[in-house]
Antibody, heavy 121, light 107 residues
Framework: EVQLVESGGVVVQPGGSLRLSCAASGFTFDDYTMHWVRQAPGKGLEWVSLINWGGDNTYYADSVKGRFTISRDNSKNSLYLQMNSLRTEDTALYYC??????????????WGQGTLVTVSS | DIQMTQSPSSLSASVGDTVTITCRASQGISNFLAWYQQKPGKVPKLLIYAASTLQSGVPSRFSGSGSGTDFTLTISSLQPEDVATYYCQKYNSAPRTFGGGTKVEIK
């Protein structure tokens, strides 16, 4: 059974930093592109970032480019999101998500339960 | 970047009705489009990928069509358990933009 378990969400002040983690199990982690997707309270889904299976290709939404860094450790079956220069508009539930197929160009078939990041003074 | 526009933003229909949701891409994306269902308080669920391929386990009353810039999600015979917000997402390239969502309620 595929499981994605996020952690690291807390309340942080504007301008602060945070690192989210996602522990993956139930599939061959290093075969799949992984994503972070966020959802602000009462709002829609916003794709944040992706990283390919090997970790050498990464992409970001314009809203986080230059502030967030996605990474992975395939030896630990773990995905990370380093978040710097946080803004109030980064407040959201952050989901770790798995691509459906080993091809990079595929939909998302599994989502974690999310970890809540609140940016507030 | 390619924008994804969904319409309507919300709708109310009766049980048994056919419901159609539209997603439009600002540039062609071939068939690299997925539809997700998010029930209140729950995690999104993949319904359809490659514009028209039903994900395993999804009821056959859900169907998708389209290619290029215009796509539709159809729910034939709406059921009470279909109350949810539906999102489209492009995945031909980054950013993997989602549409704004369509909230479906029962009349």
């Amino acid at each position: 059974e595929v499981q994605l378990v996020e952690s690291g969400g807390v309340v942080v002040q504007p301008g602060g930093s945070l690192r989210l983690s996602c522990a993956a199990s139930g599939f061959t982690f290093d075969d799949y592109t992984m994503h972070w997707v966020r959802q602000a309270p009462g709002k829609g889904l916003e794709w944040v970032s992706l990283i390919n299976w090997g970790g050498d290709n990464t992409y970001y939404a314009d809203s986080v480019k230059g502030r967030f860094t996605i990474s992975r450790d395939n030896s630990k079956n773990s995905l990370y999101l380093q978040m710097n220069s946080l803004r109030t508009e980064d407040t959201a539930l952050y989901y770790c998500a798995k691509s459906a197929y080993t091809s990079g160009w595929s939909a998302i078939d599994y989502w974690g339960q999310g970890t809540l990041v609140t940016v507030s003074s | 970047d390619i924008q994804m526009t969904q319409s309507p933003s919300s709708l109310s229909a009766s049980v048994g009705d056919t419901v159609t949701i539209t997603c439009r891409a600002s540039q062609g994306i071939s068939n690299f489009l997925a539809w997700y269902q998010q029930k209140p308080g729950k995690v999104p669920k993949l319904l359809i990928y490659a514009a028209s391929t039903l994900q395993s386990g999804v009821p056959s009353r859900f169907s998708g069509s389209g290619s290029g810039t215009d796509f539709t999600l159809t729910i034939s015979s709406l059921q009470p358990e279909d109350v949810a917000t539906y999102y489209c997402q492009k995945y031909n390239s980054a950013p993997r933009t989602f549409g704004g969502g369509t909230k479906v309620e029962i009349k």
